[in-house]
Structures are given as C-alpha cells and as structure tokens.
T-cell receptor, first 115, second 111 residues
Framework: AQTVTQSQPEMSVQEAETVTLSCTYD???????LFWYKQPPSRQMILVIR??????QNATENRFSVNFQKAAKSFSLKISDSQLGDTAMYFC????????????FGTGTSLTVIP | DAGVIQSPRHEVTEMGQEVTLRCKPI?????LFWYRQTMMRGLELLIY????????DSGMPEDRFSAKMPNASFSTLKIQPSEPRDSAVYFC?????????FGPGTRLLVL
C-alpha cells in the first residue's frame, strides 16, 4: 500500500512571507501522480497543484510551486508571498495510474497566515 | 461547468433514521469517490466507482452503509440506521484523467 506522510501538523507564516510544507511518500512505482489540495474553513477541497512523476520539471501555479525529489520520495509545497486567504488545511495526495484513480492522502498540515 | 454537486449540504437527523446523500459528478468523468472526514480519523475513502461499477468498498465502515451509482450522472450514499458516530462531513469527488474534483460536502449530524 502507498503511504503519504505530512510531518508538520501545524505551521504559521507571516503575511507576504514564504512557507514550505513537507510531504513524503512511500511507493515502489515509477509512474504516479502527486497533488496538493487546500481545504479552507469552508471545508471545500480545492486542487492547488499537480505533478506527474515522469516530469523532471517542478510544477508551478502562480504563487504555488513544488520541489519534487523523486529519488528521495519528497514532494514539498512552497507558497510565496503568503496571503490571508492561504490560511487552510493542506493535504498531499498520491495516485497510481491504472488503479481506478484511487488517491492516498496525508493527514494534512494546518497553515495559518498571520497578518 | 457546475462542478461536483452534492445534496443536501447539511443534514440533521436522529439516531436510527435513514440518511441518503446524493452526488452528481462532473459530466464526462468516469470515476466517482465517496469520502468521510472527521477530526479523529481525517479523510477516509469509503468507496469508489469506475464507469458506474463499484471497484473498492473496503472503506465502508459496516453494513449500515451502502452506495449506488445507477448511471454516470448520479450516485447515492445511504446510512441505515444512522448512529451518532456517523456524524461527519461526507465528500463526493469525480475524476477523468487522474485529478479528483471534490463537491462541497454534506455535513451530517446524527443526534
């Protein structure tokens, strides 16, 4: 079974600063997908970013970027210029293709952006 | 695109009552997932369907829970009889090419 570990239950960052959330995973697969989802107080699960394991280039989406280290099985999320609206729970997820698109989620990191 | 639609958004019921949660996936998506989220256990996958067929229901907690997907545009999750420990937020998600898109969730409170 795949496991996803988020070792930081809670983090905080000053507004406009940069913060990095950690995620590691365990798999014997070579082809897979990794995701970060954001869950604000509204409880809606929102896709932040997606990374295909076969791509060496790190994915970016505006202020959000990842540091994907395949050999180390690490997939961290960097949020630049943090905004108050970034306050949320962040979940890392792993998906192995051809298995019905089943996700394996980490336990989440609660991020608070301080004004 | 309306996204994944779930109803009701909130449900309050008494122990022993039947509860039915509904989900309409994004048109064209061929996979559908039901999750439960609680403070104690986090986000749990209950069951998922591919092309309307249940693939893995090992996450369904017990026989009181059942899920159906009669067609590509509708799924239900039923709890009968409901118990206070079923109180949680239930999410439905759909996907086509890997990425899962979540509905807004149904907040269930069983008294």
């Amino acid at each position: 079974a795949q496991t996803v570990t988020q070792s930081q239950p809670e983090m905080s960052v000053q507004e406009a600063e940069t913060v990095t959330l950690s995620c590691t995973y365990d798999t014997s697969e070579s082809n897979y997908y990794l995701f970060w989802y954001k869950q604000p107080p509204s409880r809606q699960m929102i896709l932040v970013i997606r990374q295909e394991a076969y791509k060496q280039q790190n994915a970016t989406e505006n202020r959000f970027s990842v540091n994907f280290q395949k050999a180390a099985k690490s997939f961290s999320l960097k949020i630049s210029d943090s905004q108050l609206g970034d306050t949320a729970m962040y979940f890392c997820a792993f998906m192995k293709p051809n298995t019905g698109n089943q996700f394996y989620f980490g336990t989440g990191t609660s991020l608070t952006v301080i004004p | 695109d309306a996204g994944v639609i779930q109803s009701p958004r909130h449900e309050v019921t008494e122990m022993g009552q039947e509860v039915t949660l509904r989900c309409k996936p994004i048109s064209g998506h061929n996979s559908l997932f039901w999750y439960r989220q609680t403070m104690m256990r986090g986000l749990e996958l209950l069951i998922y369907f591919n092309n309307n067929v249940p693939i893995d229901d090992s996450g369904m907690p017990e026989d009181r829970f059942s899920a159906k997907m009669p067609n590509a545009s509708f799924s239900t999750l039923k709890i009968q009889p409901s118990e206070p420990r079923d109180s949680a937020v239930y999410f439905c998600a759909s996907s086509l090419a890997g990425t899962q898109y979540f509905g807004p969730g149904t907040r269930l409170l069983v008294l």
